[in-house]
């Protein structure tokens, strides 16, 4: 069986951080300045522990990650005390600069022998639940269509009927992030169809026909969500809507990876999700859709699962279930940056999965990471 390093990157803890405001803060007014606190109070479910990278054996280096340039500018006050980052504020920093959440958190900073374009990386194994990557795992960002994943597990868990009809109307046209669609007003599909383009496509008016349409309307499917969180013990996670276009979609590597595990048990979803292309009937017309994730198409990959997400306040995220060195991994990746980046860094984990030397399980010894190129 392979047996791989661990990796646990993350920012610095919330208590050295509150003790390195408080000196800068001492220091400050000794000297009568208004120097610039450079320890931000991120919002406590942001970053929550500082870590240490693992590997097997003795071997245990601690590493930090640089200050957070952008969100440091919302900690000042006239007395130089720390305000909180809220996530309100967060957004309204992201639609003016263009930046992701992450970016905004400064998370890109967090280095890592990968060299990953992701400034969240999450890697484990399925069966054993062993940690093989961890980079920010605890940060809470915005998850745009990795959402897609709870609707369609809400939908499915709910036993309703794939074949009743459902009439996109004016009430699932997007009006938070104004995208396109090809579904247009008045068509009318399956459920069954609505989740496949959903989950193949990231279709966004199929997603809210399917939470529009829910016994007890938008309001019960998203609380129906947001229990399945709690009973999956997604603790990071909140959902407000089930397309993933609000900002306010949040959760964490670690719990998004519990909700891959979780949705792989469900044979529909593994099946729609990994479709390759899916045509459907829209009276006289037929339409073609295609999946977001090139992965799928790709012989060198064996994809069980998968699901991929954009909005700005996101950046490109991919969450997936593999099989590779004859292991079952899950992947998550958040707030990527480049159109390809998130593709390029499973790349990335894929061979240094594969190339590492193969150790038998319960050995000490230290086992050598591969140097991987982009």
């Not at 803060?25 to 300045?33: E, G, N, V």
């Not at 006239?78 to 305000?83: E, H, K, L, M, T």
């Not at 309001?219 to 276009?245: C, H, I, W």
Request: aromatic share 4%; charged share 20%.
């Amino acid at each position: 069986m392979l047996s791989v390093a661990c990796l646990a990157l993350s920012t610095p803890g919330l208590a050295e951080a509150k003790a390195k405001t408080k000196a800068k803060t001492r220091t400050a007014a000794a000297q009568k300045s208004t120097s610039t606190v450079q320890s931000t109070k991120v919002k406590a479910s942001v970053v929550r522990k500082s870590r240490a990278v693992r590997a097997r054996g003795p071997a245990r280096i601690s590493l930090e990650e640089p200050p957070m340039p952008l969100a440091a500018s919302l900690s000042r006050s006239a007395g130089g005390a720390v305000i909180k980052t809220t996530a309100a504020a967060a957004a309204g920093m992201s639609a003016a600069s263009g930046a992701s959440f992450g970016q905004l958190y400064g998370l890109h900073h967090t280095p890592d022998p990968l060299y990953l374009k992701s400034s969240v990386a999450f890697v484990m194994d399925q069966d054993t639940n062993e940690v093989l990557l961890s980079k920010n795992s605890e940060a809470v960002l915005p998850i745009a269509s990795l959402t897609k994943l709870m609707t369609a597990m809400v939908v499915v868990e709910a036993k309703l009927s794939l074949d009743e009809s459902i009439t996109i109307t004016s009430d699932d046209v997007d009006t938070e992030k104004n995208s396109s669609s090809r579904l247009a007003v008045g068509a009318t599909l399956t459920r069954g169809e609505l989740l496949h383009l959903a989950l193949m496509s990231s279709e966004n008016r199929a997603a809210h026909a399917l939470g529009r349409i829910y016994p007890g309307g938008m309001q019960a499917f998203v609380v129906a969500m947001n229990r399945k969180a709690q009973l999956l013990s997604m603790a990071d996670t909140k959902y407000v809507e089930p397309t993933g276009l609000s900002s306010q979609n949040q959760s964490s590597a670690r719990d998004l990876a519990t909700l891959v595990k979780a949705a792989y048990q469900q044979p529909l979803i593994r099946e729609l999700s990994t479709s390759r292309e899916y045509a459907v009937h829209l009276g006289a017309r037929q339409l073609q859709f295609h999946t977001t994730n090139s992965l799928v198409r790709n012989p060198n990959w064996d994809i069980g699962l998968q699901k991929t997400g954009y909005i700005v306040e996101a950046g490109r995220c991919l969450v997936l279930q593999a099989r590779m060195a004859g292991r079952k991994l899950i992947m998550v990746f958040l707030d990527s940056t480049g159109k390809y980046s998130r593709q390029a860094d499973a790349e990335r984990v894929r061979r240094w999965i594969e190339t590492a030397p193969q150790t038998p399980r319960g050995s000490a010894d230290l086992v050598a990471i591969p140097k991987v190129t982009s």
